[in-house]
């Protein structure tokens, strides 16, 4: 029998996948090489800030072999901002390049607890996965390395489709990459507006990790079933 949700999409940063100890710890790290010290977590304040600040990292109309030094540049400016009120660098850029290297590295990263397990379970019931994200196209080499790239067939980026998933934008793409319905399909994330409320802006159902419903990966399994049985009984 086939499953209700055939299609089940997923975010990546704070759901699939999250840095490893912290950005600002990273940054901070980075800097102390480039003979700058910072405290890591005014670093991370100082990124949150910037991260919510800058402009969304779309590029509609760029052709995609540029994309990935359009992704350079927007970070590079995420960055700056970040150190602005730090002291400043004998070379930003040379320190830039590092950490934009870093950030490309598997070992920057972890796989949630759960998440092999869950990508598993889906796919032994039959279900096609896919993922929605805001990352840019480095993540690519970081699911390879994780040995998962192969369990979705489906990626849409907002980088390289030039949209963003807060107003559905990016779940209508990948709906036509999926060439699926939005009734055949379901979406897991962790972030109230860009999640859950841009998935069901196109017509989507979302799952939201972190609630008493479904607090970890681990409960999303029975949460598909109990939304298939609400949908069909």
């Known amino acids: 029998m086939e499953p209700g949700f055939q299609r089940v999409f997923f975010d990546l940063g704070g759901t699939l996948l999250r840095v490893r100890g912290s950005v600002g710890a990273a940054y901070a790290s980075a800097a102390a090489q480039h003979g700058v010290h910072v405290d890591a977590e005014a670093v991370e304040g100082a990124f949150r800030g910037a991260l919510a600040a800058a402009p969304p990292a779309t590029f509609p109309g760029v052709a995609a072999a540029a994309i990935p030094m359009h992704e350079r540049a927007w970070w590079r400016h995420v960055v700056a901002t970040t150190f602005a009120s730090f002291a400043p660098f004998d070379n930003f850029d040379a320190f830039f390049d590092d950490v934009f290297a870093f950030f490309a590295r598997p070992d920057a990263w972890e796989l949630l ?121």
Do not use: N
């Open 113 to 233: 607890p759960g998440a092999r397990a869950l990508l598993a379970t889906l796919q032994s019931q039959g279900r096609r996965l896919g993922v929605v994200s805001e990352m840019d196209s480095r993540v690519y080499a970081i699911l390879e390395a994780f040995g998962v790239r192969r369990d979705f067939d489906v990626v849409a980026l907002s980088t390289e489709h030039g949209a963003v998933k807060t107003d559905g934008g990016l779940f209508r793409i990948a709906l036509r990459l999926a060439a699926a319905p939005p009734s055949a399909c379901l979406h897991v994330g962790d972030s109230p507006t860009a999640d859950a409320g841009g998935a069901q802006r196109a017509g989507i159902t979302a799952i939201l990790l972190g609630t008493d419903a479904v607090p970890g990966l681990d409960a999303v399994p029975a949460r598909i079933r109990a939304l298939e049985h609400g949908a069909t009984g």
